[in-house]
T-cell receptor
C-alpha cells in the first residue's frame, strides 16, 4: 500500500485558517486521497476526499498538488471543535477494495 | 436517525474468556468493518464484510472471529487466542461498488481484559 507522511502535531489559534500537510510520494494514478478526523474517545469521521482536482465541502477544502505527491487539508476558520487527530489516507479505487490504512495522523490543537 | 451503534461502550473481561462486541447499522450499507486502535496509534483492520454471509480477514485477524448473518449486524468475537485484547474497537460501514465514498464509524467499544 502507498504510504502517507504527516506531521505528528500542529497548533492553531481559533478563527484562523489551518493547513494540514500530507506527503504521499508513492501514490499511484488510481489512488484516492481521503481525510478523516477523530475526536478524543470517538470513532473517526469522514472529512473529504479527492483524486486530482481540488475539492471543497462544508467542512474543509482539499488542495492536491499537480504531481499528486502531496496534498493539504484546509480548515478555513478553526474552532475549538476542530481539535482532533487528522488522518490522511490513500485508497485504491475500483474493484472491491475498500480498505483504509490509518497511520498515526496529525494531532491538531486549537488555542482559544 | 440512521447510524451505527456499538454496545457496550465499556467492557471488562477476565483473561481467557471469549467476548462478543456488537455492531448494528441501519444505513442499509452492504459493507461493514472492524478496526482495532491502541493508545496513540492509528486504526488497524481486523475483518471486513462486503455482503451478507461473506467476510475477509484484514491485517490483524488472528485471535478474532466474525459473522455476517444479517445485513444490519456484524458482531466481533475476541477469543482467548488473542494475546493482547485490551484496546478500543471500532465498527464501520459503507456503501459498496461505485457508490463507495466514505466509511461511517460507530462510537467504539473500549475492551479491558483483566
Amino acid at each position: 500500500d502507498a504510504k502517507t507522511t504527516q506531521p505528528n502535531s500542529m497548533e492553531s489559534n481559533e478563527e484562523e485558517p489551518v493547513h494540514l500537510p500530507c506527503n504521499h510520494s508513492t501514490i499511484s494514478g488510481t489512488d484516492y486521497i481521503h481525510w478523516y478526523r477523530q475526536l478524543p474517545s470517538q470513532g473517526p469521521e469522514y472529512v473529504i476526499h479527492g483524486l486530482t482536482s481540488n475539492v471543497n465541502n462544508r467542512m474543509a477544502s482539499l488542495a492536491i498538488a499537480e504531481d499528486r505527491k502531496s496534498s493539504t487539508l484546509i480548515l478555513h476558520r478553526a474552532t475549538l471543535r476542530d481539535a482532533a487527530v487528522y488522518y490522511c489516507i490513500l485508497r485504491v479505487s475500483g474493484g472491491s477494495n475498500y480498505k483504509l490504512t490509518f497511520g498515526k495522523g496529525t494531532l491538531l490543537t486549537v488555542n482559544p | 436517525d440512521g447510524g451505527i451503534t456499538q454496545s457496550p461502550k465499556y467492557l471488562f473481561r477476565k483473561e481467557g474468556q471469549n467476548v462478543t462486541l456488537s455492531c448494528e447499522q441501519n444505513l442499509n450499507h452492504d459493507a461493514m468493518y472492524w478496526y482495532r486502535q491502541d493508545p496513540g496509534q492509528g486504526l488497524r483492520l481486523i475483518y471486513y464484510s462486503q455482503i451478507v454471509n461473506d467476510f475477509q480477514k484484514g491485517d490483524i485477524a488472528e485471535g478474532y472471529s466474525v459473522s455476517r448473518e444479517k445485513k444490519e449486524s456484524f458482531p466481533l468475537t475476541v477469543t482467548s487466542a488473542q494475546k493482547n485484547p485490551t484496546a478500543f474497537y471500532l465498527c464501520a460501514s459503507s456503501m459498496s461498488g461505485q457508490y463507495y465514498n466514505e466509511q461511517f464509524f460507530g462510537p467504539g467499544t473500549r475492551l479491558t481484559v483483566l
